[in-house]
């Protein structure tokens, strides 16, 4: 009977021995791990907060949100519009140019002219007439360069304020307000424009075509001179109708919108 419980108890330590050295063993592994994870960042690791990037790529280590594509590409559009803008002051004062050379070849072939149809005060009221008549045209044509360059513009802002909705109501909220400063705006170039344009030049009633006029009987007499004279109502300034809206102020106001 004591033989058998002596090898009962050697078997017994046989077994237990190898369990406490495996029990030992994986306790030791799961203390390393629950050690060395949360150093790894894999567990219980601070969450990294986003680094301000300039346009350069340079950290300039402020905490800020990060900047959706959509933000990206709003950047990217303003850049390209700033990038052109030399191309556009250049393209709009040669157009000026050509309406100032133009013009003033019109008023030398005008005063040049020679009418002698209904007598020499007739003559000075109806170039009078062709004068007024060139520079509403002339006017005209620089209000066109002015609606067509807004036109663009608000072309721009509507993609914008577009884009700006799906990512930050407040910045397509203030391009929404500009967006309809420059409408009011457009609209007001198109009523002076029209307005302009159906401005008339009314001749003297003595120089409606058929009436013939006894000079020796009129003299010289001021009166009667001033009495040839036309009216219109009076045109606008070539020079306040140019730059109305200023590409660089517009320029200027579009990088402000999206940053």
């Given amino acids: 009977m004591n033989t058998t419980r002596s090898i009962s108890c050697e078997i017994y330590i046989c077994m237990c021995v190898p369990i406490s050295n495996m029990f030992i063993k994986w306790a030791y592994i799961i203390l390393m791990v629950a050690l060395l994870l949360p150093l790894s960042g894999c567990i219980g690791s601070p969450e990294v907060e986003p680094v301000a990037v300039d346009l350069d790529g340079a950290v300039t280590g402020q905490p800020v949100a990060t900047v959706s594509d959509a933000e990206r590409a709003d950047i990217a559009r303003a850049e390209a519009y700033r990038a052109g803008l030399?191309?556009?002051?250049?393209?709009?004062?040669?157009?000026?140019?050509?309406?100032d050379e133009s013009y003033a070849e019109d008023i030398r072939?005008?005063?040049?002219?020679?009418?002698?149809?209904?007598?020499?005060?007739?003559?000075?009221?109806?170039?009078?007439?062709?004068?007024?008549?060139?520079?509403?045209?002339n006017n005209v044509l620089l209000y066109d360069i002015e609606i067509s360059k807004l036109a663009l513009f608000i072309t721009h802002l509507e993609e914008l304020e577009r884009s700006q909705a799906g990512y930050d109501i407040g910045k397509a909220e203030r391009t929404g307000i500009a967006l309809r400063e420059y409408r009011n705006g457009y609209e007001a170039l198109k009523r002076l424009r029209n307005e302009e344009?159906?401005?008339?030049?009314?001749?003297p009633m003595q120089a409606v075509p058929g009436e013939l006029y006894n000079m020796v009987t009129l003299g010289d007499d001021t009166h009667y001179k001033e009495g040839f004279r036309g009216s219109g109502p009076s045109?606008?300034?070539?020079?306040?109708?140019?730059?109305?809206f200023d590409l660089r102020e517009m320029a200027d106001e579009y990088d402000g919108l999206v940053r």
């Fill in 109 to 137: 072939r005008i005063n040049s002219t020679d009418l002698t149809k209904s007598g020499k005060f007739i003559n000075n009221a109806e170039k009078e007439r062709m004068l007024y008549n060139s520079l509403r045209l």
């Fill in 86 to 99: 030399e191309g556009r002051i250049i393209e709009e004062t040669t157009k000026w140019r050509r309406l």
């Fill in 235 to 244: 045109l606008a300034d070539p020079e306040q109708i140019k730059g109305m």
């Fill in 197 to 203: 344009k159906d401005k008339i030049f009314n001749l």
